[in-house]
């Protein structure tokens, strides 16, 4: 086997084990969509669905690890290809995570059915639908390798921490105002607190991206404007 052809073969490794990364993160980006769906229309039996769906991530996220650790063993690579496994693994780990936040969305929505609905529902629903929008945009600049790219979802993650403490603010009102709504106020502070770190999670990817293209950390520090640990 000649040289040219080693590193053809190589290079289409890479490229598969990106495309099973890009398509685990579409499906976690689908299960959050799928577990806020659940908890507007108060389905319990879809939320279940939900749940038991989660192993499908958890399955592909073994599988990657394992093809990665074949990689290292057989290619023994080195310096930008080397970066390319190490993004490889800790981007996968960043989305099985995603997946269990969204399926705890989902557990929770569960438990919000067996109480009457809150106003302060609808607020979280644009919570996740800018968290889905920036995983999305984070596995095109993976995919890609768009250090950019990835470097505006990281500085958009200031958006998602704002967002987190209008709605949490505004959970703590309603309970102030109406004691009665205080179980489901708490669950939906829990699910707010999960969507936020799913945006955690998709910086993270993005600092990897940006690792993975120029071989450093992002120089500034990730921006925060995340305020509800401080609120009483």
Same mark, same amino acid.
């Given at each position: 086997?000649?040289?040219?052809?080693?590193?053809?073969?190589?290079? =289409? =490794?890479?490229?598969?084990? !990106? #495309?099973?990364?890009?398509?685990?993160? =579409?499906? *976690?980006?689908?299960?959050?969509? &799928?577990?806020?769906?659940?908890? /507007?229309?108060?389905?319990?039996?879809?939320?279940?669905?939900?749940?038991?769906?989660?192993?499908?991530?958890?399955?592909? =996220?073994? +599988?990657?690890?394992?093809?990665?650790?074949?990689?290292?063993?057989?290619?023994?690579?080195?310096?930008?290809?080397?970066?390319?496994?190490? +993004?490889?693994?800790?981007?996968? @780990? @960043?989305?099985?995570?995603?997946?269990?936040?969204?399926?705890?969305?989902?557990?929770?929505?569960?438990?919000?059915?067996?109480? +009457?609905?809150?106003?302060?529902?609808? $607020?979280?629903?644009?919570?996740? !639908?800018?968290?889905?929008?920036?995983?999305?945009?984070?596995?095109?600049?993976?995919? /890609?390798? /768009?250090?950019?790219?990835? $470097?505006?979802?990281?500085?958009?993650?200031?958006?998602?921490? !704002?967002?987190?403490?209008?709605?949490?603010?505004?959970?703590?009102?309603?309970?102030?105002? /109406?004691?009665? !709504?205080?179980?489901?106020? &708490?669950?939906?502070?829990?699910?707010?607190?999960?969507?936020?770190?799913? #945006? $955690?999670?998709?910086?993270?990817?993005?600092?990897?991206?940006?690792?993975?293209?120029?071989?450093?950390?992002?120089?500034? *520090?990730?921006?925060?404007?995340?305020?509800?640990?401080?609120?009483?």
């Amino acid at each position: 086997m000649n040289h040219e052809h080693i590193i053809k073969s190589y290079d =289409e =490794e890479l490229t598969r084990l !990106t #495309g099973e990364i890009v398509r685990m993160g =579409e499906l *976690a980006a689908y299960q959050l969509g &799928a577990a806020m769906d659940v908890l /507007d229309r108060r389905d319990t039996r879809a939320a279940e669905r939900v749940i038991a769906n989660d192993d499908a991530i958890d399955a592909l =996220e073994g +599988a990657i690890s394992h093809d990665v650790l074949q990689l290292l063993v057989r290619r023994q690579p080195m310096a930008r290809d080397l970066r390319e496994v190490l +993004a490889a693994l800790r981007i996968s @780990a @960043a989305i099985e995570r995603i997946g269990d936040y969204a399926a705890n969305v989902a557990k929770r929505s569960t438990a919000l059915n067996r109480h +009457a609905p809150v106003p302060a529902a609808q $607020d979280i629903r644009a919570l996740a !639908t800018l968290a889905i929008e920036l995983l999305q945009k984070v596995l095109v600049a993976y995919r /890609d390798r /768009d250090a950019e790219a990835a $470097d505006m979802v990281r500085r958009r993650d200031a958006e998602l921490d !704002t967002l987190h403490t209008q709605v949490f603010r505004e959970l703590l009102d309603d309970m102030a105002r /109406d004691p009665s !709504t205080i179980p489901s106020c &708490a669950h939906l502070l829990f699910i707010a607190k999960n969507i936020e770190r799913i #945006g $955690d999670h998709a910086t993270n990817i993005a600092e990897n991206v940006w690792f993975l293209v120029h071989g450093e950390e992002p120089q500034e *520090a990730r921006p925060k404007s995340d305020e509800s640990s401080q609120m009483a």
